[in-house]
């Protein structure tokens, strides 16, 4: 049977690659976030000579270890089910991207080796903490350019340059190669730091010996600072890579704004909601244990947390009634799928412009309004191993929720190039590569049409 | 007289005595307060002259060409700013339309302007050590990022226009 024939029984085709990407990109984003996080709180403990940070970098390095070999084999089984049951768009990556394709295979030796000699070398170089300090980042720095060189092709994928395939450079400068860079390094940290609170949260309530209870409540914190940090600039990232996708591939942007997967980011601003209200609150629930207390500041965050619900409650509402017909959740018309930026739709509060753009940008603000208080009350300390187990119930909340706008997000972009090429296809590569029968359309195959041989 | 301050060799919170700053040891305290003139006036004039000497180097050797004189009835002109705009550009991406396009290109500047006057009663740390002014070095960092990226953004966007990049 040729290659490219094959028939996986019972899940078909197309379910096989995202089974084992899903998997793989929630451990190669845990690894590149937690790496960098790790390096930074390994130098943080050395500057504060506070012996925390360091016992957390430690523990973060032996699960980057544990995690590396899973993550790796089910990159490598993925690259080997896309050239079988997708060999047209295998070829054709390899042509343009050969050597992004070879870099990549570089990182991964880079950080393999600096990750493990990192790690084994804690006790060894205790005295030469600079030195060990620059190997955990230049560890994290393998990590991220790796993403980095991927990202090219995933963004290729979804809206090629109009440029000759043969012109490195522009194949490269895509449209939304930067936005998505921009997009998934912040993500990378978020997302780890919510998991940090997470696991910490876990800890913590289980836990009854006193200073465990002390260092998993502080560890809890330290994850919702990176989580929730970078969570705040993330609103203005995505905006930005939709709008290149808007104007590079207005089809796939129609078919995910206003079109049947729509839904999708009615459900992203419920996880959204859900994230931020639950970090607002943990940091108004700590800000009880101040050593200094502060409460002019804890009634301010009290009120960034009625705001941050009231603006993450205006994104949550649809433009219209027809929620998610893929499962027959309908009450009520479509919105028109032209509708412009400054029009009404079906329920007004749902319109695009101004309320999504004022709930955004208001729950970003609002949340470093919030974050802010939150760090200066923290400046002076807290009482560490006080916190009631609702608060870790926040924090597990964030990472349970992080997890699924992973998913989430990545079936968006994914998804994004089923749009424009009739109800049963889609694109491999956007408006070049056909999905069903891997067939290059003879244009608009962005400035070099050609036909498959 | 005891000065808690610390001194310029590393002396960790040890105290040292306060002594005149005379025109003998003013680079031993380069990071304390000194007389604007006519010491800080000098200094900024000679730094001054330099760089106008190197532009009118730069403008006798390396002309800036004269274009093209605008075409008025073109339709396929995009409009852009100069490249030290492209970052300003950007935030009109993020803030599009009459209601939100004020936050872009009133109130954020505004703000950044208010916080730059705002610096020498926010940060008084006299030290140059980066580690003991974590406040500014951290929100500095975060605005230079700031810039950066979104001119990366504005560059890409700007070059990902029809005609932005080679014709195929």
Redesign the interface.
């Known amino acids: 049977m040729p290659i490219g024939d094959v028939e996986v029984p019972v899940i078909g085709n197309n379910l096989v690659i995202p089974l084992l990407v899903v998997p793989h990109i929630l451990i190669a984003a845990y690894i590149i976030g937690i790496n960098l996080i790790a390096a930074t709180s390994e130098l943080v403990g050395m500057i504060t000579k506070q012996r925390h940070y360091d016992r957390f970098a430690r523990n973060a390095a032996k699960t980057t270890l544990l995690l590396f070999a899973v993550g790796s084999s089910l990159a490598f089984t993925f690259i080997l089910a896309l050239i079988t049951l997708y060999p047209v768009l295998f070829s054709h990556l390899q042509n343009i991207f050969f050597w992004v394709f070879l870099a990549e295979a570089f990182m991964f030796v880079g950080e393999v080796i600096t990750v493990y000699a990192w790690y084994n070398a804690w006790d060894k170089m205790a005295y030469r903490k600079n030195l060990h300090v620059t190997m955990g980042f230049v560890a994290g720095l393998f990590g991220l350019v790796q993403m980095i060189f991927i990202n090219v092709v995933a963004a290729y994928m979804l809206t090629p340059s109009n440029a000759p395939a043969t012109d490195v450079g522009w194949t490269f400068l895509n449209p939304t190669y930067m936005p998505l860079n921009m997009h998934r390094f912040v993500g990378n940290f978020s997302y780890a730091g919510f998991l940090i609170a997470g696991y910490a949260a876990y800890r913590y309530l289980r836990i009854p010996g006193e200073e465990d209870r002390e260092y998993y409540d502080w560890l809890g914190h330290w994850g919702i600072i990176w989580g929730f940090g970078f969570l705040l600039i993330q609103p203005f990232l995505g905006y930005e890579y939709m709008t290149e996708i808007k104007a590079h591939s207005p089809g796939a942007f129609e078919y995910l704004m206003l079109g049947p997967k729509s839904w999708l980011f009615n459900l992203l601003v419920i996880e959204l909601l859900i994230m931020f209200t639950a970090s607002v609150a943990y940091c108004l629930h700590k800000m009880k244990f101040a050593v200094k207390p502060a409460p002019r500041l804890r009634n301010a965050t009290l009120g960034a947390l009625g705001l941050t619900a009231i603006f993450g409650v205006l994104n949550t509402i649809p433009a219209d009634l027809y929620l998610v017909p893929q499962i027959g959740l309908v009450f009520g018309e479509k919105v028109d799928s032209n509708i412009g930026l400054f029009e009404t739709p079906p329920i007004p509060l749902g319109a695009m412009y101004p309320f999504k753009y004022i709930g955004l940008v208001g729950l970003a603000f609002v949340g470093l309004f919030a974050l802010a208080l939150y760090l200066k009350t923290s400046a002076d300390g807290f009482h560490w191993g006080r916190a009631n187990r609702w608060s870790q119930y926040a924090l597990l909340a964030t990472a349970v929720t992080v997890v699924f706008t992973m998913m989430t997000m990545g079936y968006v972009r994914e998804t994004a190039r089923r749009a424009g090429n009739g109800a049963e296809d889609g694109w491999l590569i956007y408006g070049c590569l056909t999905l069903q029968e891997q067939k290059f359309v003879g244009e608009g195959c962005p400035s070099a049409p050609r036909e498959t041989p | 007289m005891v000065d808690v301050r610390r001194g310029q060799q590393g002396a960790e919170s040890q105290p040292v005595e306060e002594d005149e700053i005379t025109e003998e040891n003013v680079f031993d305290h380069y990071d304390e307060p000194q007389g604007f003139f006519p010491g800080q006036v000098v200094c900024d004039l000679t730094v001054s002259a330099i760089l106008l000497v190197m532009v009118i180097v730069l403008a006798y050797w390396v002309p800036a060409p004269l274009t093209e004189p605008a075409e008025v009835s073109t339709t396929v002109y995009v409009p852009r700013p100069e490249w030290f705009f492209f970052f300003l550009d950007?935030w009109l991406?993020?803030?599009?339309?009459a209601?939100?396009i004020a936050?872009a290109d009133v109130i954020v500047p505004a703000l950044f302007v208010i916080w730059l006057l705002a610096i020498p009663w926010l940060d008084k740390e006299p030290s140059h050590s980066m580690?003991r002014r974590p406040y500014i070095v951290v929100i500095s960092f975060l605005v230079i990022t700031v810039i950066v990226?979104n001119m990366?953004?504005a560059m890409?966007?700007i070059?990902?226009f029809?005609g932005g990049?080679?014709?195929?």
């Open positions: 950007q991406v993020f803030f599009p339309g209601v939100l936050i580690s990226l990366i953004l890409v966007r070059a990902n029809p990049t080679p014709p195929g």
